[in-house]
């Protein structure tokens, strides 16, 4: 069973930044891909930023130009560097990966303040 366990997270005021750790409990390249979701309160979990095996990233068209996802292989994880946050980037947000099925973390809260 994989076991995907986010850090960071918290309460910043808009135009603030955060950054999001995701380690998993086997190797990073291991998986076909990872990425990032979030979910407000009363919608659907949407996908904020992708990261394929071979390092492509996609993102979510709310978040280009100011969230980044990045992969540290010496330590094993997956970053999301937020900059320039909003009040519509509170949620709770959720590491995933793919490799035959799906896994998901815990999630952590990230919550911007006007």
């Known amino acids: 069973q994989v076991q995907l366990v986010e850090s960071g997270g918290g309460l910043v005021q808009t135009g603030g930044s955060l950054s999001l750790s995701c380690e998993p409990s086997?190797?990073?390249?291991?998986?076909?891909?990872m990425g990032w979701y979030r979910q407000a309160p009363g919608n659907q979990r949407e996908v904020v930023a992708t990261?394929?095996?071979?390092?492509?990233?996609v993102y979510a068209d709310a978040v280009k130009g100011r969230f980044t996802i990045s992969r540290n292989n010496a330590k094993n994880t997956l970053h999301l560097q937020m900059n320039s946050l909003k009040p519509e980037d509170t949620a709770v947000y959720f590491c995933?990966?793919?490799?035959?099925?799906?896994?998901w973390g815990q999630g952590t809260q990230v919550t911007v303040s006007s």
């Open positions: 086997r190797n990073i390249y291991s998986f076909d891909h």
């Open positions: 995933h990966a793919y490799s035959r099925m799906g896994y």
């Open positions: 990261l394929t095996a071979s390092g492509l990233p």
